[in-house]
């Protein structure tokens, strides 16, 4: 589903943020990948959301080299990709089912299709409760509950999450994990960055572990071990 081969991404200054870095992720899979900040983790995420291009190597979605697309081929690319980021990314002046709606309207969905899948959607995250409330009205861990409704509601091959517990509480980041789980579980595949040694330990599920830009471990069920 997702190949990189060999890539490597080399900025004008010399520094090397990837270096010859391969693996694949399987349809369904949850993979988690970890290492101190400047590992590569943040270069690897806009490898594959083709923000940025290898300097060298490969990098496929399906049979698809992401880094030969043009600007609308990449917009179209995008809407099979979910993004969870740390700091949450709400709309303030829009409310949470109305946050939700506007991925979807991007994505040039009906107006029918909004009213029934945004309350459908935040079912799944457990915050129904919530729909007509403003973000500066709900919690941390809400927040990132309608970051992750937004990110699944065009239902995307693939959610990307980049450090969604950084701002959250242990049980807060508990609930996010169990979220992000049953979203595997329903067949989505899920790619994790963190730095939360409980949530990799937790999981049991594959880790890839990055220093220097280079991936050094990849283990099936793997800890977090750096």
Not at 6 to 35: Q, R
Not at 140 to 160: C, H, L, M, W
Not at 182 to 187: A, M, Q, T
């Amino acid at each position: 589903m997702i190949h990189f081969d060999k890539v490597s991404k080399i900025y004008p200054d010399n520094s090397v943020a990837l270096e010859d870095v391969s693996f694949s992720v399987e349809p369904k899979e949850f993979v988690s990948i970890v290492g101190h900040s400047g590992a590569g983790k943040t270069t690897l995420l806009k490898m594959f959301l083709a923000e940025e291009k290898p300097t060298k190597g490969k990098i496929f979605f399906e049979s698809t080299d992401i880094s030969t697309l043009k600007k609308g081929q990449i917009n179209d690319f995008r809407r099979k990709v979910g993004v969870v980021f740390q700091d949450f990314r709400l709309l303030p002046d829009r409310n949470v089912y109305e946050n939700i709606a506007f991925a979807m309207e991007a994505a040039g969905r009906e107006d029918e299709e909004i009213e029934a899948d945004v309350p459908h959607v935040l079912e799944l995250v457990d915050l129904s409760k919530k729909i007509w409330n403003f973000p500066h009205e709900l919690s941390g861990g809400e927040k990132q509950r309608v970051s992750i409704a937004r990110a699944i509601v065009n239902q995307p091959d693939v959610v990307i999450a980049d450090e969604p517990t950084g701002n959250l509480d242990p049980l807060n980041t508990y609930d996010i994990v169990q979220i992000l789980k049953k979203i595997n579980d329903l067949g989505t595949t899920v790619i994790l960055t963190t730095h939360n040694k409980g949530v990799i330990d937790s999981l049991k599920k594959r880790v890839l572990t990055m220093e220097n830009g280079r991936i050094i471990r990849d283990d099936k069920e793997g800890k977090y071990v750096i």
